[in-house]
């Protein structure tokens, strides 16, 4: 194997081995091959495309980098939720706990939030002491113990990614489907996950905007998910508008919470249960994902849901009288409430500009070190389709930070626009995809 060689297949349009490909991955991970060597073969692939063989090939690679951890232990279905990510986007707090409720078990590992989106890690750590760093036998206890787990990325868990990733980032190969295939799906298998659910978002706060690239981002990642024996399921999404009407890490939580006690019917509920509905299908504790879906919704209903997020929560150290009293939870220094300027329908929602704009208000982060705010955040009430009148309530904002508030404010006014047109709500769910 000549590292050289494989650059130049690569670049000239070739399609990899497995071997070569493995070769690549081994080598540079272990310091063999040097940074500028693999970022050519980076960027010769990004050019060039890899193919469904060779995005399977790169995401066993990285997979095999770490560890796979072993469930097996464990009696049940595993089966697991991928979000690409969005504003809003809490669905992981509530269909974790319902799924479990169900019967099926759910290993989950998730990230953080970064730029306009916000993660899950930083939502749960915003429950006071709720514990997201568990070794991998702590992580396996609780899943026994309780049929769900919700924790960060460990560094046995395809190291790979990570040395990857951090070299994407600073050499503009960052946009590339089979590059972001492997990355989720090498750390989603080393879950020992059976069967997984996909949510591929589209839209203004989507990474994928349009939507034929959300059909081939869920196309690519379903088809990596059956190379390796995986149910898998997608839903093509909406990311028009944040999802439900709170964004930042405890308000977020806080609209987890109203959902789980059946006190708020939005689209954030809707497509929570639809998730969950097919995870719980997927688990084969139903005959399809309609039946999945009711199961989801009774199991809200009857406060189960809410029982098992409260024993999660309990098992990873967090303070559930926060989740049993949130209007205990500390307060921003800080609330504005902003209106609208004049009546007519709400046409468009710029739910990438309201998402950096929680960022600004101190929700989120625009560099992996950036600490943030866990009280900070938006109430966002319009949704496309609806009419307002001039001085309706639009949003609140909370921060603890006062200089930002004038410009926040001034953000959230710009992302909404209002026609004297009747505008149609757009689709909640584009496209479900079964493979």
């Given at each position: 194997m000549n590292t050289i060689e494989i650059i130049k297949k690569k670049r000239d349009g070739g399609n990899l081995t497995r071997r070569e490909i493995e070769f690549m991955v081994s080598n540079f991970t272990s310091g063999l091959i040097p940074d500028y060597q693999f970022s050519a073969f980076l960027m010769a692939a990004f050019i060039r495309g890899l193919d469904k063989s060779?995005?399977?090939?790169?995401?066993?690679?990285m997979l095999n980098s770490g560890i796979i951890i072993d469930l097996s232990a464990i009696e049940g279905a595993k089966i697991d939720k991928h979000s690409t990510g969005g504003v809003g986007d809490k669905t992981s707090l509530i269909l974790t706990p319902v799924v479990a409720a169900a019967g099926v078990k759910?290993?989950?590992?998730?990230?953080?939030?970064?730029?306009?989106?916000?993660?899950t890690l930083d939502k749960l750590e915003s429950i006071p002491g709720f514990h997201t760093g568990l070794n991998l036998s702590k992580y396996k206890s609780i899943l026994k113990k309780c049929g769900a787990v919700m924790i960060g990325q460990t560094k046995e868990i395809a190291p790979a990614d990570k040395l990857i990733y951090?070299?994407?980032?600073?050499?503009?190969?960052?946009?590339?489907?089979?590059?972001?295939?492997?990355?989720?799906?090498?750390?989603?298998?080393?879950e020992g996950i059976e069967g997984l659910v996909l949510d591929v978002k589209t839209g203004s706060g989507a990474f994928m905007k349009k939507q034929s690239d959300a059909v081939e981002l869920a196309l690519s990642l379903g088809n990596t998910a059956k190379a390796f024996d995986k149910k898998v399921i997608a839903f093509i999404t909406d990311m028009n508008q944040p999802?439900?009407?709170?964004?930042?890490?405890?308000?977020?939580?806080?609209?987890?919470?109203?959902?789980?006690?059946?006190?708020?019917?939005?689209?954030?509920?809707?497509?929570?249960?639809?998730?969950?509905?097919?995870?719980?299908?997927?688990?084969?504790?139903?005959?399809?994902?309609?039946?999945?879906?009711k199961i989801a919704e009774e199991l809200i209903s009857n406060g189960k849901a809410f029982e098992k997020f409260?024993?999660?929560?309990?098992?990873?150290?967090?303070?559930?009288?926060?989740?049993?009293k949130p209007e205990k939870y500390p307060a921003s220094k800080y609330r504005k409430e902003i209106r609208?300027?004049?009546?007519?329908?709400?046409?468009?929602?710029?739910?990438?500009?309201?998402?950096?704009?929680?960022?600004?208000?101190?929700?989120?982060?625009?560099?992996k070190e950036d600490k943030i705010d866990p009280k900070a955040g938006i109430i966002?009430?319009?949704?496309?389709?609806?009419?307002?009148?001039?001085?309706?309530?639009?949003?609140?904002?909370?921060?603890?930070n006062k200089d930002v508030i004038d410009t926040a404010s001034d953000s959230i006014k710009n992302s909404v626009g209002i026609s004297r047109e009747k505008t149609n709500p757009p689709k909640l769910i584009k496209k479900k995809i079964e493979f």
């Open positions: 060779e995005t399977s090939y790169l995401t066993e690679s759910v290993p989950m590992i998730s990230g953080r939030g970064l730029g306009h989106t916000g993660g951090a070299l994407r980032d600073v050499t503009a190969t960052v946009e590339s489907i089979p590059f972001i295939t492997a990355s989720i799906m090498s750390k989603k298998l080393a999802l439900g009407n709170y964004i930042g890490n405890w308000l977020e939580v806080y609209e987890s919470i109203l959902v789980l006690n059946n006190k708020v019917k939005n689209d954030l509920y809707e497509l929570s249960v639809t998730l969950a509905g097919a995870m719980i299908y997927l688990g084969g504790k139903s005959k399809n994902i309609r039946e999945g879906k409260i024993e999660i929560t309990k098992l990873q150290g967090g303070d559930v009288s926060f989740l049993l609208s300027g004049k009546s007519g329908y709400i046409k468009t929602i710029d739910a990438y500009k309201i998402g950096m704009t929680s960022v600004m208000l101190g929700a989120g982060r625009l560099k966002f009430y319009p949704k496309i389709g609806m009419k307002i009148k001039k001085g309706d309530l639009i949003a609140e904002i909370f921060t603890d």
